[in-house]
């Protein structure tokens, strides 16, 4: 795995449809127990929550809606876990409140003029959480793990490294193949070479890591599962002392009750609240509810396999058909039924959290809502109406496709009944049929023969940088992520020049141009950025800051260090 | 040789858990989508570590062997290892187990007991406005969807009320001074499940109780009773109700068992850590080896129930003695 674009990802799908999934779930009761809330009487503070809100030892609550699946950095895959270990682990470089990236355990890094060396020079009088000194050892340990063996969703970053050396304690020297416009060191947790040093790689596959010991802000308490997790304030820590005396994350099944829970202040904030209960949570007494851009989207795929195996109809290999069905949905609609509102109509790969990296394509150049303009290029190409209204190409196969979408995630299930309709306009039918998630995951990424024509569903950037999107579509991630079959060697080569672009301005240019590309070839029809939606008290803790793509369950761990009691 | 009848229904028993076990075993793995695709699909894992990840949790081997190293791991009480926790699935399971039989332990004390009590008044007092009282509330509660009435619970008693505490088993991050609290703590957050439970099941055993007992009640043996004198109480209690025990008894064995499905809502609703959680959660992920065992120890519940109330019924019924 040369390419860049070789790499396994890390995506955060899994977390994007579950949050999509209390959507309209919630429809009924929920919408009125949300609204009737409003005149309940003001919640007294929870009366177990015995620490929060009383001074430098209080505790910091979390509702969430999900468990981690494990404390071990290098064989999970779950938001929630990330979001524990990165309060626990230390990385060479993190992200602060405005999603700026400010050195960490590496007091500064210079690059060679070539761009392809990374000097990092670490701070010194750091210990591990057990006492034990860190050194440069550590940092060339943990990158030649994840290296060597290709462990973890963290390899992808290291794909192109060439070697990592400490030099003398406090000095570490990565080399790579080509410059990397995405620095790993914003990614990669270091790990303690004493504790995992020996271990061999099915050794760690199994290995549960019930105690990280980490260099961060925070310790490793507990994790009672099905029940809570709990992390407490690292007093040696090597930066400011973080505000909360402990985060205990407690679960909730139930998002309905979730989302009150923050009323009644049995937790101080909500990773996620449904759309329908944001309104009448926003209302309520001492909570702020707050609606910031995401890093996500949900989009239409359509197979666009070349490969004489691929079972996809061959009619939608023709751009013509794609622009029409695109043509035909209306994006606001879909935002306006199924977000309540709550996100941006969509257009291209990137969502609107990625600032300036977003393409902005003027809404009359867009094909978005405009069936006549589907007709017309439509019958332009010789698609004449059957008997039956439907659309058949010159040798009179049929414009009719099966699109699939998961029961579970109504959002999509509701999108996709909508654009089923809008496509009968230009003369196209659709079959729509549901299935679980497993299900269609297995068909759609059948890379051998993909049998199907059209699926519904949604993408979560990995990191806060446009490569990991703009990544999805690469022929060499056929297999992978790319779960239409694009195959367009143009694109590739754009994909690997911003990669590698460490100006920002001309890689913006080019990340600009690879986007329209995609979005002309109309592979996808992205429908909408979902808004990310949280709230949280303002009567225990103060020093929120509202980032850009969540104010907790985000790149950055700025919010739990740097909030503190009112 | 011929079997008593205990020996008899030992067997009966062993060979239904043997059955359990089997069917078990291939249902989760005839389901599509397996858990290293869960993982590979979202394109985490290159084809080479998705078999190296096979091999590490053994699942490359043929499934005759899988299901002999199971059988094997079963018989040293060995459940298995849990791919999503990465931790022995008996160490998982123990702790939940317990959350759910202190949950199911309060409830079911309530339904039975209340239940009986309630579905013996109505019966005794046949026709009152006390009994189509109760016969109506039973089947309005009864039909009423259990996630709904803890919701329900959660507005009034939660939320508007602000009395009791809506999810959880304790209250996160609470520091105990003496076990007492601890105990206290535990026991608020046990209401409102509780409460859910036994509003939606009590009806069942009410109509049960009820429309056994209206049956006895009619007897001749009832009616030289009551012209020997003895006392109403006594004939509806000691001599009506020996007789109506034996649907009763069914219905009990049958909840044990059907309380499960009942219990996976509740705790859902209130975030109860137990098994039914646990259930949901391992379906979701793919988790052979939990759900599993999961299953397993529902199916040895239900079994285990029927069994004991077969024993039962010949203690309480001659008849069935006679058979």
New interface residues.
């Given amino acids: 795995m040369d390419e860049r674009a070789g790499r396994p990802y890390i995506t955060r799908r899994e977390f994007l449809t579950r949050t999509a999934a209390g959507v309209v779930v919630v429809g009924g009761l929920p919408a009125i127990l949300a609204a009737c809330t409003g005149a309940a009487n003001t919640p007294e503070p929870s009366s177990g929550g015995s620490a929060a809100g009383g001074g430098s030892s209080a505790a910091l609550r979390v509702g969430w809606s999900s468990e981690p699946d494990t404390m071990n950095p290098l064989t999970s895959y779950s938001t929630e876990a990330q979001e524990v270990l990165q309060l626990v682990y230390d990385k060479l470089m993190e992200y602060d409140a405005q999603l700026a990236a400010q050195p960490s355990l590496a007091e500064s890094s210079t690059t060679s003029d070539d761009g392809r060396t990374v000097t990092y020079t670490l701070r010194s009088g750091v210990t591990w959480h057990d006492g034990e000194p860190f050194t440069a050892d550590d940092v060339d340990f943990t990158f030649n793990l994840i290296h060597d063996e290709n462990l973890s969703q963290y390899a992808q970053w290291l794909a192109d490294m060439i070697s990592a050396e400490a030099q003398g304690p406090d000095t570490v020297v990565v080399t790579f193949k080509k410059p990397q416009a995405f620095d790993p060191a914003l990614a990669i947790p270091i790990l303690p070479k004493h504790i995992w040093a020996g271990m061999k790689s099915a050794e760690i596959q199994k290995f549960a890591n019930d105690e990280p010991v980490g260099t961060g802000p925070f310790t490793f308490g507990s994790w009672e599962r099905g029940q809570t997790v709990t992390v407490n304030r690292n007093p040696d820590f090597w930066g400011t002392p973080a505000g909360p005396g402990s985060v205990i994350w407690v679960l909730f099944q139930n998002e309905d009750v979730m989302a009150q829970s923050v009323r009644t202040a049995e937790v101080d904030i909500l990773s996620e609240v449904p759309p329908t209960i944001w309104d009448g949570i926003n209302g309520a007494d001492q909570v702020k509810a707050v609606s910031l851009p995401g890093f996500s989207f949900h989009h239409i795929g359509f197979n666009v396999s070349e490969d004489p195996a691929s079972g996809g109809n061959p009619l939608l290999l023709d751009p013509v058909v794609r622009q029409a069905l695109s043509y035909s949905l209306d994006r606001n609609q879909l935002v306006q039924i199924a977000l309540a509102g709550h996100g941006q109509p969509g257009s291209v790969l990137l969502p609107p959290a990625m600032a300036d990296y977003q393409l902005q394509i003027p809404e009359d150049q867009q094909f978005n809502a405009n069936p006549d303009m589907g007709n017309q290029i439509l019958d332009q190409a010789g698609y004449a109406a059957g008997s039956d209204g439907v659309r058949e190409s010159s040798s009179g196969d049929p414009l009719q496709f099966r699109l699939i979408a998961i029961e579970s995630t109504t959002v999509d299930v509701r999108a996709a009944q909508i654009f089923r309709d809008s496509a009968a306009k230009v003369g196209i039918k659709l079959d729509l049929e549901t299935m679980d998630e497993n299900t269609l995951g297995s068909i759609v990424y059948n890379a051998d023969a993909p049998d199907w024509d059209i699926f519904v569903w949604g993408w979560d950037s990995g990191v806060n940088d446009p490569d990991y999107l703009l990544g999805v579509p690469l022929s060499s991630q056929i297999g992978g992520n790319n779960d239409v079959y694009y195959a367009e060697p143009n694109y590739d080569a754009l994909y690997d020049e911003q990669a590698a672009e460490l100006d920002h301005d001309a890689r913006v240019d080019l990340v600009h141009e690879a986007q329209q590309m995609f979005y002309d070839s109309a592979a996808y029809i992205v429908m909408w950025y979902q808004d990310k939606l949280q709230a949280y008290r303002t009567d225990t803790w103060t020093g929120w800051s509202d980032t850009p793509g969540g104010v907790i369950f985000n790149f950055t761990r700025a919010n739990y260090v740097n909030v503190h009691p009112v | 040789m011929r079997l008593g009848p205990f020996p008899r229904k030992v067997l009966q028993l062993v060979a239904t858990l043997f059955a359990v076990v089997v069917f078990n075993f291939l249902l989760f793995r005839v389901l599509?989508?397996d858990p290293i695709?869960?993982?590979a699909?979202?394109?985490?894992?290159?084809?080479?570590?998705a078999e190296?990840?096979r091999?590490?949790f053994g699942l490359d081997k043929p499934v005759v062997e899988q299901f002999w190293i199971y059988l094997k791991g079963l018989m040293h009480g060995d459940l298995g290892?849990s791919l999503?926790?990465?931790?022995p699935v008996s160490q998982?399971i123990v702790?939940?187990l317990m959350?759910t039989l202190l949950l199911l332990g309060a409830a079911t004390v309530v339904v039975v007991v209340v239940g009986i009590v309630l579905g013996a008044r109505s019966a005794s007092k046949r026709g009152s406005r006390l009994d189509s009282s109760t016969v109506v509330g039973s089947l309005a509660l009864w039909s009423m969807p259990t996630?709904?009435v803890g919701?329900?619970l959660?507005?009034v008693f939660?939320?508007?009320l602000?009395i009791l505490?809506?999810?959880?088993?304790?209250?996160?991050?609470?520091?105990y001074g003496t076990p007492l609290w601890s105990f206290v703590?535990v026991s608020k957050h046990l209401v409102l499940p509780t409460i859910t439970l036994a509003l939606v099941d009590i009806g069942q055993f009410v109509l049960i109780t009820r429309s056994s007992l209206v049956d006895v009640l009619t007897e001749d043996f009832v009616t030289t009773a009551r012209a020997k004198g003895v006392p109403r109480k006594r004939v509806v209690w000691r001599h009506g109700m020996r007789n109506a025990m034996l649907p009763v008894v069914t219905a009990s064995a049958l909840y044990i068992g059907l309380v499960v499905g009942g219990a996976i809502q509740v705790?859902?609703?209130?975030?109860w850590?137990?098994m039914g959680?646990?259930t949901?959660?391992s379906v979701l992920?793919?988790d052979y080896a939990v759900l599993e065992a999961c299953f397993l120890l529902f199916a040895v519940t239900v079994i285990v129930a029927n069994f004991l109330s077969d024993l039962l019924y010949r203690r309480l019924d001659p008849r069935v003695r006679a058979a």
């Avoid at chain 2, 699909?41 to 570590?49: I, P």
């Fill in positions: 599509p989508g695709q869960l993982y699909r979202s394109g985490h894992l290159s084809a080479e570590q190296q990840l091999a590490v290892f999503t926790y990465r931790q998982i702790q939940r959350n996630f709904w919701l329900l959660v507005f939660g939320v508007w602000d505490p809506i999810s959880g088993i304790t209250t996160p991050g609470a520091v703590d705790e859902t609703v209130f975030s850590p137990g959680e646990l949901y959660e992920r793919r």
